[in-house]
């Protein structure tokens, strides 16, 4: 997967909408699930790994690069931290994906962990790394 090639203001307008459509997608999967629909959940679950995981490179790919060409490494820290949070992020979406194939018992909390987690990660990059970025365009 490659990094978008869109220019940045426009895709942290895309990413910010991923971050508002994201947590319904979640909420799907996890209806869909306790409908008992479970061929019906596991599509939405991959898409929410695909998103996910596309957004994530443009967020290292491009803002990061970004970031350290624009600051350097030192002022970069910050934002550097919270991009620290993306592994736990794609763990937690492979377990959701695995959980499915061993019968779906943990996929409910496994996705539900996932939605909270992403709620706090999202609110820090909306609140300092977004702006920070849009700031030295
Ligand atoms: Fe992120
Ligand atoms: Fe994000």
Same mark, same amino acid.
């Given at each position: 997967?490659?990094?978008?090639?869109?220019?940045?203001?426009?895709?942290?307008? !895309?990413?910010?909408?991923?971050?508002?459509?994201?947590? /319904?997608?979640?909420?799907?999967?996890?209806?869909?699930? !306790?409908? /008992? $629909?479970?061929? /019906?959940?596991?599509?939405?679950?991959?898409?929410?790994?695909?998103?996910?995981? %596309?957004?994530?490179?443009?967020?290292?790919?491009?803002?990061?690069?970004?970031?350290?060409?624009?600051? =350097? !490494?030192?002022?970069?820290?910050?934002?550097?931290?919270?991009? %620290?949070?993306?592994?736990?992020?794609?763990?937690?979406?492979?377990?959701?994906?695995?959980?499915?194939?061993? =019968?779906?018992?943990?996929?409910? $909390?496994?996705?539900?962990?996932?939605?909270?987690?992403?709620?706090?990660?999202?609110? %820090?990059?909306?609140?300092?790394?977004?702006?920070?970025?849009?700031?030295?365009?």
């Amino acid at each position: 997967m490659k990094p978008r090639e869109i220019p940045i203001k426009e895709l942290i307008e !895309k990413l910010k909408e991923e971050h508002s459509s994201l947590p /319904g997608l979640i909420d799907d999967a996890i209806i869909t699930y !306790k409908t /008992g $629909n479970l061929s /019906g959940a596991f599509p939405v679950i991959a898409e929410v790994r695909e998103t996910l995981s %596309q957004h994530i490179i443009d967020e290292e790919a491009t803002l990061l690069k970004f970031l350290l060409e624009k600051l =350097g !490494k030192e002022a970069s820290e910050p934002y550097i931290k919270i991009l %620290q949070d993306h592994p736990k992020i794609m763990k937690l979406v492979e377990q959701s994906v695995e959980s499915t194939y061993t =019968g779906w018992t943990e996929t409910e $909390n496994d996705l539900n962990t996932l939605k909270e987690f992403l709620a706090e990660h999202n609110k %820090q990059e909306e609140a300092e790394l977004y702006p920070k970025v849009i700031s030295l365009l």
